[in-house]
């Protein structure tokens, strides 16, 4: 029976492994996506706003606290480094680096220097007209374990990563951070000797990090570009079964299991017809929820694919720069302000909440500076306007970007002209946030997919709100926010 126990408790370690692998590779490899979003930037440049276009990506980027040295180069012009970047050694370190790797189409290193302990990633992108565009970023290693910190935090194991070379790049220890795992650790070369990157190595070791008796696993990390090591450590079950005295007490074991049965049979046997039926509504019910779990299941899923649409809308993004484009010279302080806007709409974008809710606060402060912009771009076309009963429920909360999809909404599906402005209201109530518009509806009103609205029947269904409701009446067009909490 020990020999059972143990078989099962490495089954165990094993899938949990591989469980947590998926979890560092899927956070990892988001680092890594930049590629295709510097691709769609330059695709959709020309010659004279490549570089502001690049300027912006950077300054996105750069809102993110992990993310540091932010760079660019086009062709073999002088190297654009972001204004966070104040360090001459790093700078010198970066055009080192790029002058190393200027034929590559990516590269990413570990960077080593009492300044600057990073994860240095490098793209090079070729257009069709023959411009060469090279990007690049730094991760900071010490803010990505603090990100760390919050993730899988209930699982009862550890993990760390290690390069070829033995650097820790991440350990719950914040300590062991660029050290040699070869010297913290019994893990030696010949660990890390594996075949491909489903073998892995498994050994009983002392932890350097609890200080007590670990089951180590170690195998290769399954994220591109890299030739890292993942290490994976279950506190060690000791299993003390006396197995002399199972078998003495077996029969009596026996006997007692034999009766239980018996017993439970008859029982059965007495109640099958009343819980026949009870069986079969309970199926019905059953298969309801199946039905319904599909459902929220794919809405989630396209959840998630608008909110990922929403986060990187080239349209937006290009049109809200060719109106800053058009500012820079005609009004510096605006375009100043315009900018400042953009970059903090973009921020709120890509930071999307855990549970799709934030606060009445959050979401105000979001669209007002999505109506900056739009007003800027239209000044006379468009009139909003914003009013609050009590200042406490702005404290309540809605879904994530309800404000942004109403208001896109109404100027999506409306015309607007300096002689009939789109008027737009925003009244912020105790229970409900109500949003209301004018209508001069454009032809292709009626063909739109509402997924807007889909989406935010889905959040209130989860919440159990049945109030959110949308109608057109008196010329006007209103929807209705219910407040959570």
């Known amino acids: 029976m020990t020999q059972i126990t143990e078989t099962s408790n490495i089954a165990t370690e094993q899938r949990t492994l ?76 970066i055009k080192d680096f790029v002058a190393k790797n200027r034929n590559l189409d990516q590269s990413n290193i570990i960077v080593e220097d009492p300044q600057n302990f990073s994860w240095r990633i490098y793209y090079k992108y070729v257009n069709t007209n023959g411009t060469v565009i090279r990007y690049g970023y730094d991760i900071d290693l010490e803010s990505m374990q603090s990100y760390f910190a919050t993730i899988d935090q209930k ?21 062991l951070l660029e050290k040699n795992i070869f010297k913290v650790t019994n893990i030696s070369l010949q660990d890390t000797t594996l075949k491909d990157k489903d073998t892995f190595n498994r050994k009983i070791a002392l932890s350097e990090y609890l200080g007590l008796d670990i089951v180590r696993y170690t195998k290769r990390l399954n994220l591109k570009g890299t030739n890292w090591y993942l290490c994976v450590n279950f506190p ?67 959840i998630q694919l608008q909110q990922l649409k929403e986060q990187i809308n080239p349209h937006f993004l290009f049109n809200s720069l060719n109106s800053l484009y058009m500012l820079i010279e005609g009004n510096t302080g605006v375009a100043r302000k315009f900018t400042l806007n953009l970059s903090k709409i973009y921020r709120y974008l890509i930071n999307p909440p855990l549970n799709n809710i934030v606060t009445v606060q959050e979401e105000l402060l979001f669209i007002e500076k999505y109506i900056f912009l739009q007003q800027t771009r239209f000044t006379e076309e468009f009139v909003f306007t914003i009013t609050i009963e009590d200042e406490s429920n702005l404290a309540k909360k809605v879904p994530y ?3 942004q999809i109403a208001v896109e909404n109404a100027i999506k599906h409306n015309i607007a002209s300096d002689e009939n402005p789109l008027k737009i209201t925003i009244d912020i109530k105790e229970n409900v946030v109500i949003i209301t518009n004018n209508l001069n509806e454009k032809q292709n009103f009626g063909k739109e997919s509402k997924f807007g609205h889909k ?31």
Not at 30 to 44: A, D, G, H
Not at 247 to 267: E, G
Not at 458 to 466: D, F, H, R
């Open 18 to 93: 591989l469980k947590k692998e998926e979890v560092m590779v899927h956070e990892l490899s988001r680092f890594l996506e930049t590629q295709n979003e510097l691709k769609s930037i330059v695709e959709m440049s020309n010659t004279k706003n490549l570089s502001d276009n690049l300027k912006v990506l950077s300054t996105i980027h750069a809102n993110d606290n992990i993310i540091k040295n932010n760079w660019f180069q086009i062709n073999d012009q002088k190297i654009e480094f972001t204004a966070s970047i104040n360090s001459d050694n790093i700078k010198t370190s």
């Open 155 to 175: 699982s009862p194991t550890y993990a760390f990563v290690f390069d070829k070379k033995g650097t820790i790049i991440f350990h719950p220890e914040i300590k």
């Open 236 to 302: 060690k079950k000791i299993s003390t079964e006396d197995v002399d005295a199972v078998k003495k007490y077996a029969w009596l074991i026996y006997i007692i299991t034999t009766a239980i049965l018996i017993v439970f049979f008859y029982l059965f046997t007495i109640f099958t017809r009343r819980t026949f039926h009870e069986k079969e509504i309970l199926s019905q019910e059953k298969n309801k929820l199946l039905l319904e779990n599909e459902k929220i299941n794919k809405e989630k899923a396209l």
């Open 401 to 403: 970007l309800a404000f």
């Open 455 to 485: 989406y935010l029947e889905s959040i209130y269904n989860y919440y159990s709100k049945k109030d959110f409701k949308t109608f057109k009446k008196d010329g006007d067009f209103t929807c209705i926010l219910p407040l959570i909490g």
